[in-house]
């Protein structure tokens, strides 16, 4: 089943306002992936971490891996109508080949 | 340009029929995978293939069968034994599964095919 868990499902805010999205995993993982998927669009990869505490930046978009290496984040500084989509987390536990998707966050962002 | 093509883009099946969704890549990735998207359940692996002539099933292979003949193909059936075929359907590739530093590469992904029961 399921191993990565991602909250919140829906986020809306203002144009302006910050937004969060959070990723949990039972078990530790090899490293992190997110992707964002535009309305009616695939998932595109944004970014990959993969050692403990590592924090990378894209611009406005800022994200974390934990020291344990079982939850990480994504947070975008001051949203813009372009962030609308939404965000995918998808970890690799140490004891698998393969990726576990988390549900995804759907950012909506008002004018 | 490079890709993944998925056809068809709407996919319309009726009870009791198998259909097979085709995904091609020319990015010479040696890794390809097939996802399902249902509303509020992200993305779950269904088959996953590292090489020619090689898949292994992923959480929910029930009711689905894939080939790997060519390194460029890897199609997707839907079988009459999948109950609740409606969804929408994403191949994927990479350039291998997993690296030994603990990281992978990234998934590329086509436009996807949306199927639905008549």
């Known amino acids: 089943g399921q191993q990565v868990m991602q909250i919140p499902q829906y986020q809306h805010v203002q144009e302006g306002e910050d937004f969060t999205t959070y990723c949990n995993s039972s078990?530790?993982?090899?490293?992190i992936q997110w992707y964002k998927q535009r309305p009616g669009g695939h998932p595109v990869f944004l970014i990959q971490?993969?050692?403990?505490?590592e924090v990378k930046k894209q611009k406005r978009l800022t994200f974390q891996f934990g020291e344990a290496k079982k939850n990480s984040s994504l947070h975008i500084t001051a949203t813009q109508t372009t962030d609308v989509g939404t965000y995918f987390c998808?970890?690799?536990?140490?004891?698998?080949?393969?990726?576990?998707f988390g549900a995804g966050t759907r950012l909506t962002v008002k004018p | 340009d490079g890709g993944i093509t998925q056809s068809p883009k709407y996919l319309f099946r009726k009870e009791g029929q198998n259909v097979t969704l085709s995904c091609e890549q020319n990015?010479?990735?040696?890794?390809m995978y097939w996802y399902r998207q249902d509303p509020g359940q992200g993305l779950r692996l269904i088959y996953y293939?590292?090489?020619?002539?090689?898949?292994q099933k992923g959480d929910i292979a029930e009711g689905y069968s894939v080939s790997r003949e060519k390194k460029e193909s890897f199609p997707l059936t839907v079988t009459s034994a999948q109950k609740n075929p409606t969804a929408f359907y994403l191949c994927?590739?990479?350039?291998?599964?997993?690296?030994?530093?603990?990281?992978?590469?990234?998934?590329?992904f086509g436009d996807g095919t949306r199927l639905s029961i008549l």
């Open positions: 998808a970890g690799r536990p140490y004891n698998n080949n393969d990726m576990r």
């Open positions: 990015l010479n990735h040696d890794a």
């Open positions: 293939s590292q090489i020619v002539n090689d898949f």
């Open positions: 971490l993969v050692k403990s505490g």
């Open positions: 994927a590739s990479s350039i291998e599964p997993a690296a030994l530093d603990g990281s992978n590469q990234p998934q590329h």
């Open positions: 078990t530790t993982l090899s490293n």
